[in-house]
């Protein structure tokens, strides 16, 4: 039987009609976001609305993402959490559904946000680009506070003692161990140190503020150890031949090293499922973005 082909002009008034539908949601987004309308009312003006109304078309995940502070990470949660599909429509939204985003909405407008501190970790395997993000954060985020860890090994070209990493002999490493004065310390492929003061992460959580920190997957075992409350962030690579090509193209190993050190990430890639939260580093920008909003940082 053959395939009927609506004719050309239906072909392009359909498009016309995708496109004005298309624009419609925009705009819609766009009120949100600019506080001219509220989310809630959006949500409302789509139940009541034609199934398809431009407001019952709009998928709830972008109507939250349009609300100023929520991002990709927190509507991810927040839907996960309501019960409700990340490609659900909000006029395709069951009663106990709708019930259950109106109070989250309700909430949101509604609830004065207080001040928390959250210790977050951010690990991944070699090369992944942990550095590339925290130096991202660091620059486009200056109100979150990164912990500083010390390490027995040389700086690299363009590090700074004190911002990057505290550079301390073995003797003053073995010291900092014996009183007490790492939150976590390990030995990192078989040949540096590596360890995070407890003193001015405590200091920070005591005061409100939130922490960062950037380490190693066997640091953030023994965080967890330490500080269960404390929030890990696996980083992952796009994929596997894309690690490989950051870990060969940085050129700061010799090619004996770079193999031992992609053994050693098969190994940290099996970790991912002993973390709270995935982000993949597809885009730096990107991956710092949803590492910020989990630290609920203002302006993130």
């Known amino acids: 039987m053959s395939r009927l082909t609506p004719p050309e002009v239906d072909r392009v008034a359909a498009s016309r009609a995708a496109v004005a539908a298309r624009r419609a949601r925009a705009a ?18 789509g139940w009541a609305a034609e199934p398809s109304a431009p407001e ?29 599909a990340h490609s659900k429509r909000v006029g395709g939204l069951g009663i106990r559904q709708r019930a259950r985003l109106r109070d989250y909405l309700l909430t ?67 010291r900092m161990v014996r009183d007490g004065e790492f939150l976590e310390y390990a030995t990192v492929h078989n040949a540096y140190r590596y360890g995070t003061p407890r003193p001015p992460v405590d200091a920070a959580l005591a005061s409100g503020r939130s922490v960062l920190l950037e380490i190693d997957l066997q ?20 994929s596997w031949e894309e690690l490989v090509r950051r870990l060969v193209g940085r050129g700061t ?13 098969k190994v940290e890639l099996r970790a991912q499922d002993e973390f709270d939260v995935r982000v993949v580093n597809r885009d730096v920008g990107q991956a710092a973005r949803e590492v910020v909003e989990l630290l609920a940082v203002p302006g993130a």
């Not at 819609?28 to 949500?43: F, H, M, Q, T, Y």
């Not at 995940?61 to 927190?74: D, F, K, Q």
């Not at 942990?130 to 010390?150: H, L, Q, T, W």
């Open 28 to 45: 819609i987004k766009n009120s949100v976001a600019s506080g001219e309308k509220r989310a809630l009312e959006v949500a409302e003006s």
């Open 56 to 84: 019952a078309t709009l998928r709830v995940r972008e109507l939250l993402m349009s609300i100023p502070t929520v991002g990709a990470t927190r509507a991810d949660r927040a839907l996960d959490e309501l019960g409700i």
């Open 108 to 174: 949101r407008e509604g609830r004065v946000e207080t001040p928390h501190s959250r210790l977050v970790v951010l690990a991944g395997p070699t090369a992944v680009g942990k550095g590339s993000v925290s130096s991202f954060i660091r620059e486009n985020y200056p109100d979150v506070m990164f912990s500083v860890s010390a390490t027995t090994r040389a700086p690299r070209p363009g590090e700074v003692d004190g911002e990057h990493y505290y550079f301390i002999s073995d003797d003053e490493f073995d």
């Open 219 to 238: 640091g953030a075992r023994a965080v967890r150890r330490a500080m269960p409350e404390a929030l890990l962030v696996f980083l992952l690579p796009p």
């Open 253 to 265: 190993e010799p090619p004996a090293e770079q193999a031992r050190r992609l053994e050693t990430a």
